[in-house]
């Protein structure tokens, strides 16, 4: 598996309006991005911090599993997962696959900002729900 940077953290939060003034006004970070990603029923608001991004995941619907996340967390936010960076999601799906991973994705699927995502399953993860983003754009 070839992974070339920390793309994002996912940081879980039921309010992205309550959220974002503490990263804008205390972290002195600036949100450049704010999406609905319908289809994970999210809303996303994203932060740069050096090469590095911090994406805030607020669920638009119960069913959400965002919404799961910040209940099983006692109605708080908290760090919900890490993602990797890499040229080709596939085959870091293949690779993981051929070590025995499992995972929740069998497939890239679209996610925020336009990137390839695919989730590895935190049972085979050492208990950290893992993404691999590519960039098509990059490719």
Request: proline share 4%.
């Amino acid at each position: 598996m070839e992974l070339k940077q920390i793309e994002h953290i996912g940081i879980a939060t039921p309010s992205l309006e309550e959220a974002i003034p503490y990263y804008e006004n205390v972290l002195g970070l600036k949100c450049y991005n704010i999406e609905v990603v319908e289809d994970q029923k999210v809303k996303t608001a994203f932060f740069m911090i050096g090469e590095v991004k911090l994406e805030l995941l607020e669920p638009t619907c119960e069913e959400s599993t965002i919404a799961k996340f910040i209940e099983k967390n006692g109605g708080r936010g908290g760090v919900h997962h890490i993602a990797f960076k890499t040229a080709d999601v596939a085959a870091c799906l293949a690779d993981a696959t051929e070590k025995g991973v499992r995972l929740i994705d069998a497939a890239p699927r679209k996610g925020a900002e336009g990137l390839n995502i695919a989730f590895l399953h935190p049972k085979s993860t050492m208990g950290v729900l893992t993404e691999i983003c590519e960039n098509p754009k990059e490719k």
